[in-house]
């Protein structure tokens, strides 16, 4: 049999961007789903106790490697004088890149100072800044195409989760010569079916047929388009509510959440308004499932965790008209304009019936998640050998 490839994981868990957690949480059930022969070995980069969020997956060939790094006095004392004069550390506490074949996502902070560059997979998420510049400051953006242009330079190997984003990095960047792929990513669920469903709407004071918006309180993902659409569906009907959760700050734009419950106030929506906030998973995913539909109206996406939640329990969705949400969804959907709550609150008022044809095609969706990273694993460690 032939040796285990050995990937490095970096995973944080972190609620200011749950959907960076929930892809690494998702890529390694991935993994697990696929041929026993061909499951990597996975060496998580994380602090203790996000590594334990990760252990109840139960993939099997799994290790630590604790990267909340602290020196003490005398090895801060003793790690610059070494530097000095030798421009190593004496003690090392960085992973090195005999931990792992290649690690992923990978970043240049000098944390990964010691991986060597033929090791290192970057993911670039999307390309929002250039699309919506005044959703950032100057600085973010600076940031962003700063380390961007680094990649480019480095001509590292890019992972992207859509066409779309890798069409924007050709046309952003058309004289790079990096490597690129493109690696949809699908979601794998914990049981919520278990989960009592009338329960769950007392607890949060759902008490009427609902719509499901699960979005992280960020400008981009275009709230208050709903909230307008709201505001016309209820002059035709009133026996709805529109439920939310996510979390309720936006660290580009800390006045945002504010500014929607006034829009709320203002317009006189408290019944038809349910915000959640940031809930337990299984009790989100419940809560999906028994809606009339879910709603994504976001301006701009890279690939959307909430699409693949609703793809993955067959919900109807009722999508921004984005390029990449085509690309993603083309059963169980309809399409509005994203800047039209005319058009949205027509959707909301004809939910098209929940198909189930497709009831079991997701497990290949989570499989070819899995044999499509290997994939690439398989093809750089296989170009770096050829090079050696």
């Avoid at 019936?353 to 070819?368: F, G």
């Amino acid at each position: 049999m032939a040796k285990r490839k050995r990937v490095g994981l970096i995973f944080s868990y972190n609620e200011g961007w749950i959907a960076g957690a929930y892809y690494i949480q998702n890529l390694i059930h991935a993994l697990n789903s696929i041929a026993e022969e061909d499951k990597p070995e996975l060496v998580i980069l994380s602090n203790k106790a996000d590594f334990e969020k990760i252990k109840k997956i139960c993939y099997p060939y799994l290790s630590h490697f604790e990267i909340t790094i602290t020196y003490n006095l005398v090895e801060k004392v003793l790690n610059k004088l070494a530097r000095t004069i030798t421009g190593r550390n004496i003690f090392e506490k960085r992973p090195s890149a005999a931990l792992a074949d290649v690690f992923f996502p990978m970043s240049n902070e000098d944390l990964f100072g010691l991986i060597t560059h033929h090791q290192r997979l970057f993911w670039i998420p999307d390309f929002q800044e250039y699309h919506l510049p005044h959703f950032f400051t100057d600085e973010q953006k600076q940031n962003r195409k700063t380390q961007q242009s680094l990649l480019v330079k480095q001509k590292s190997p890019i992972v992207f989760s859509s066409n779309d984003s890798q069409a924007d990095f050709r046309k952003f960047f058309p004289e790079s010569e990096n490597t690129t792929f493109v690696l949809p990513f699908a979601v794998t669920h914990d049981l919520y079916s278990d989960l009592q469903i009338e329960e769950l709407k007392k607890k949060y004071n759902i008490t009427k047929p609902y719509y499901f918006s699960p979005n992280q309180f960020w400008r981009h993902k275009n709230h208050l388009i709903l909230l307008k659409a709201i505001q016309l569906l209820k002059e035709r009907q009133t026996n709805f509510q529109v439920v939310f959760t996510g979390k309720e700050h936006d660290h580009r734009n800390p006045t945002y959440f504010e500014e929607l419950k006034k829009f709320i106030d203002d317009n006189h929506l408290q019944e038809y308004v349910r915000f959640l906030g940031f809930i337990d998973r299984r009790e989100q995913l419940q809560l999906m499932n028994h809606s009339k539909a879910v709603i994504q109206p976001s301006l701009f996406e890279g690939w959307s965790t909430v699409v693949e939640d609703a793809k993955a329990m067959n919900q109807v969705v009722i999508l921004s008209d984005l390029n990449v949400h085509r690309e993603q969804m083309n059963s169980n959907v309809v399409f509005f304009d994203p800047k039209n709550e005319v058009d949205l609150a027509q959707k909301m008022d004809a939910v098209p019936i929940r198909s189930l044809d497709k009831e079991d095609d997701y497990l290949t969706n989570i499989k070819d998640f899995g044999l499509n990273f290997m994939c690439i694993v398989n093809k750089l460690t296989s170009n770096h050998e050829k090079k050696i």
